[in-house]
């Protein structure tokens, strides 16, 4: 399944920075608002170790990683949800992802300008979601004037979306976001095909800046107000150094190691973001190996045998017969296939078996 993260914040956060840290393309960087004005995308490969060991277990010629495509999105600026800033087609371009990376400055420099004149995380936070809201305001709006007549004819589907939509209205007024309404699953079916900017998930990329004033570093009453937020709204967050993660895109990872080292970096802030944005979706991987390939594959968590082999033919769903499976561990564990299958390990699973991240599978179907 593709999976594509829109990454959003005011100008000169550090967007394009971290997309090109993030992706290994040149985009334009620039000190002033609107250097990017039209999205530019990236192909990001999901971080994981485990594909190294099973295609050595098996000999593969190829290894093919789980994906992530990354979409660096003009800085939004106060009023884009009435078109300032050239804020419909931000809008419109952060409505075809599937998530939304909001980026907010947790340092301060006065080399590098904020566009509202001072370094407040929050405050920049507020200014992106009333933006959002107020545009997911407007299209469920027009979506409950244009079900009117449909109501009045007593349509019953009709009426369950308005009752639904109109308390949806009142949610986002009061400034929250759409994903955050209790919902049922059949709820949400109902609003599905509006593209609500804010029923998205949302994963909150806090940037720092190598010898600036980090916030978070100096126990900051900003810092504190942040995380008082992602706490109260059960919010996930990220902590990203976006300038030095572009100045190590070049470097192999022995070499990424030691400068983190002598800089005292902790961590890798790019595969942090990029395995929290799989997560943040509820995402995992199970793997196919062979001497041909080793290859990750990307389903929602919770998904069936049969859902899951979709991911590599559609067929594969209504097809499945079963599959044979065998976990991560046990077959590093046994060494081979042929090992795990000796030692009872490989198992095999019909259409109600749930897969699990790490799961090394081999389907059969008609």
């Given at each position: ?236 967050y990220v902590i990203v150094d976006a300038g030095m993660e572009l100045d190590l895109k070049d470097m192999n990872d022995e070499e990424k190691n030691e400068f ?107």
């Amino acid at each position: 399944m593709s999976l594509s993260v829109g990454i959003v914040g005011l100008p000169n956060v550090g967007k394009s920075t971290l997309f090109t840290a993030l992706t290994k393309n040149e985009v334009l960087i620039a000190n002033y608002p609107f250097a990017t004005i039209d999205p530019t995308v990236g192909v990001v490969t999901v971080p994981d170790s485990r594909l190294a060991t099973l295609s050595e277990i098996s000999g593969s010629e190829e290894v093919i990683p789980a994906i992530v495509e990354f979409v660096d999105i003009a800085g939004l600026v106060k009023g884009a949800s009435a078109g300032e800033g050239l804020g419909n087609k931000f809008l419109s371009n952060i409505r075809e992802t599937d998530m939304v990376a909001e980026v907010v400055r947790i340092f301060e420099d006065s080399d590098v300008h904020h566009v509202s004149g001072g370094v407040d995380p929050m405050g920049d936070i507020e200014v992106i979601n009333l933006e959002l809201i107020m545009a997911d305001g407007e299209t469920v709006s027009k979506r409950i004037q244009g079900l009117e007549r449909e109501v009045k004819r007593g349509d019953k589907n009709a009426v369950a979306e308005k009752t639904l939509l109109e308390k949806l209205l009142i949610h986002l007024e009061a400034g929250q976001l759409a994903h955050s309404l209790e919902m049922s699953d059949e709820e949400r079916k109902l609003i599905k095909g509006l593209h609500l900017l804010t029923m998205k998930q949302f994963l909150y990329v806090c940037n720092k800046k190598q010898d600036a004033f980090n916030l978070d570093e100096q126990n900051d009453d900003r810092w504190t107000e942040l995380l008082e937020f992602f706490e109260k709204t059960g919010s996930q967050y990220v902590i990203v150094d976006a300038g030095m993660e572009l100045d190590l895109k070049d470097m192999n990872d022995e070499e990424k190691n030691e400068f983190r080292r002598e800089y005292g970096a902790q961590g890798n802030g790019v595969e942090g973001l990029i395995r929290a944005a799989y997560n943040r979706l509820g995402l995992m991987s199970y793997f196919t190996t062979g001497e041909k390939e080793t290859r990750a594959w990307t389903v929602p968590i919770g998904s069936t045998g049969p859902e899951a082999g979709a991911a590599i033919h559609t067929d594969f769903k209504d097809k499945y017969i079963r599959a044979q499976v065998v976990t991560f561990d046990d077959l590093v564990s046994s060494g081979s296939k042929a090992a795990a299958r000796d030692q009872g390990k490989l198992r095999t699973e019909g259409k109600e078996y749930i897969v699990q991240d790490g799961d090394v599978i081999e389907f059969l179907h008609s």
